[in-house]
């Protein structure tokens, strides 16, 4: 995969980021397409979004907002049993932003940003928020490898990014992100339908022999550190073999400059930073009634 990625444990020292990536971080994330920035969020942030987040889980949202919080596939189909805790039947919480003043302000979390920028210049749109579980002992808690741009009906893909940011330390064992580097050089893959599944985030599709791959790459992240992709990596998680949580906030960004090609509604886009351009992408109303799932 030519030059050695960058080490797969991130500092998780929040002194060491103050927001823009550097030159070296951005030759990185274009050769390899990802990055990690570190320190992005506080232990105290880390700790104010896992509390809301439960809160959430245990009701603490509008009525309209029961269909954003949605359980694991197994639970809900009654072919796994179900926890007393709450959190441990959970899957993720769709578009908290939508309904929640904490996750809204997620959305314009300045290092965040400050990174993002980086990748895509000043005029940024957000979109597509989730937290997401992987309870204690959901070995069977897998997604699939895919390329996040195979949903996106919008151009260029190079002008949006991921972000993966966990709560709690993740590593190989509890379900972190597994990437393969430099695999967003490679253009958008074939996909199969999974068994039972249908197009859409919720449970989406596979991209064909992806899992055969050679140089597949967990990474090593701390909690309150982010990883940034490119929307064409290929990347997976897979279930969580120990008795702790693994909670990630993702959200994705995509330029202000990039151009709609399909239906687009769905989304949610929100300017976050920076300005608007004719015939481009703009901001959609907020809607608990999206049909992506």
């Known amino acids: 995969m030519g030059a050695e990625p960058q080490p797969r444990e991130s500092s998780g020292n929040p002194e060491s980021f103050s927001g823009g990536l550097t030159p070296a971080q951005i030759a990185h994330y274009e050769e390899h397409g990802y990055v990690v920035a570190p320190g992005v969020l506080s232990p105290e942030e880390i700790e104010r979004y896992k509390v809301r987040a439960r809160a959430i889980v245990y009701g603490g949202h509008p009525p309209e907002a029961k269909s954003r919080v949605v359980q694991d596939l197994r639970v809900y189909k009654g072919l796994a049993p179900a926890a007393e805790d709450l959190e ?29 920028e980086s990748l895509i210049g000043p005029d940024i749109l957000a979109f597509l928020l989730m937290f997401i579980y992987k309870p204690p002992h959901r070995e069977e808690s897998v997604h699939p490898f895919h390329q996040d741009a195979v949903y996106f009906p919008f151009a260029p893909h190079a002008m949006s990014v991921g972000t993966w940011l966990p709560l709690d330390d993740a ?10 580097p430099g695999s967003h050089k490679w253009g958008l893959h074939k996909y199969t339908l999974p068994e039972g599944g249908k197009f859409g985030m919720a449970l ?30 290929l990347h997976t998680t897979l279930g969580n073999k120990t008795d702790h949580h693994r909670r990630v906030i993702t959200i994705h960004f995509a330029s202000a400059k990039c151009k709609p090609m399909g239906h687009i509604k769905e989304f949610g886009f929100q300017l976050v930073r920076g300005r608007t351009y004719e015939k481009c992408l703009q901001p959609q109303p907020r809607s608990l009634h999206l049909n992506f799932v």
Not at 206 to 228: H, I, R, S, W, Y
């Open 88 to 116: 441990h039947n959970m899957w993720k919480i769709l578009n908290p932003d939508v309904f929640d003043p904490v996750f809204d302000g997620y959305l314009r979390t300045p290092k965040l940003l400050n990174a993002v």
């Open 171 to 180: 590593h190989a064992d509890n379900g972190t992100l597994q990437i393969i």
């Open 204 to 233: 989406g599709l596979e991209a064909t022999g992806a899992k055969d791959l050679p140089d597949q790459m967990p990474l090593n992240v701390k909690a309150g550190d982010c990883v940034l992709f490119h929307t064409h990596l």
